[in-house]
T-cell receptor
Framework: EADIYQTPRYLVIGTGKKITLECSQT?????MYWYQQDPGMELHLIHY???????EKGDLSSESTVSRIRTEHFPLTLESARPSHTSQYLC???????????FGSGTQLSVL | AQSVTQLGSHVSVSEGALVLLRCNYS??????LFWYVQYPNQGLQLLLK??????LVKGINGFEAEFKKSETSFHLTKPSAHMSDAAEYFC????????????FGQGTTLQVKP
């Protein structure tokens, strides 16, 4: 069973607030990813990291930022949330040898 | 650039009937191909993947998919649908140099009727 955790599971917040979505994995994976998913739409990669102190932007432009200070932790931050940020955010990880991705359960973000 | 197209955003089958979920890809290099499933309120789970070995790939829960280069397709099938198969299914493609960067299709919702 995958050991990758996302919190919170649901978040409803007002416009302008700063939020951080947490993602942690206990598998020692080097690679971690953030995907954004709107209802009925495909997943889009917004950030990824290949190891500590490594972060890159994904294919979909996002106003969020990420950090990778520890292998197991890959938080995503929105400095000032807006209604357009309302979406589901999925975190994933994989190791360097086996390309299998493990996904967290996601954070459903609603910005009012 | 790579892309994935899933034909049909909703598929409805009767329990015991054949499941066929369609996926076509576009890639300038030989791809890796994946099918993921997302059950309600859960994260994505890998069903199966194609990485250039046998073209017919068997996955979990009785699902399989066949890579057809001539048709640029990777359709997902299951001979007999079960109620527990009701979920959202995503096809994804990546290039062989970076399998973590997946390009996903928009998903197909599978409904299984009793």
């Amino acid at each position: 069973e995958a050991d990758i955790y996302q919190t919170p599971r649901y978040l409803v917040i007002g416009t302008g607030k700063k939020i951080t979505l947490e993602c942690s994995q206990t598998m020692g994976h080097d690679k971690m990813y953030w995907y954004q998913q709107d209802p009925g739409m495909e997943l889009h990669l917004i950030h990824y990291s290949y190891g500590v102190n490594s972060t890159e932007k994904g294919d979909l432009s996002s106003e969020s930022t990420v950090s990778r200070i520890r292998t197991e932790h890959f938080p995503l931050t929105l400095e000032s949330a807006r209604p357009s940020h309302t979406s589901q955010y999925l975190c994933a990880s994989s190791d360097r040898v086996n390309e299998k991705l493990f996904f967290g359960s996601g954070t459903q973000l609603s910005v009012l | 650039a790579q892309s994935v197209t899933q034909l049909g955003s909703h598929v409805s089958v009767s329990e015991g009937a054949l499941v066929l979920l369609r996926c076509n890809y576009s890639s300038s290099v030989p791809p890796y191909l994946f099918w993921y499933v997302q059950y309600p309120n859960q994260g994505l789970q890998l069903l199966l993947k194609y990485t250039s070995a046998a073209t017919l790939v068997k996955g979990i829960n009785g699902f399989e998919a066949e890579f057809k280069k001539s048709e640029t397709s990777f359709h997902l099938t299951k001979p007999s649908a079960h109620m527990s198969d009701a979920a959202e299914y995503f096809c994804a493609v990546s290039d062989r140099g970076n399998t973590g960067k997946l390009i996903f299709g928009q998903g197909t919702t599978l409904q299984v009727k009793p």
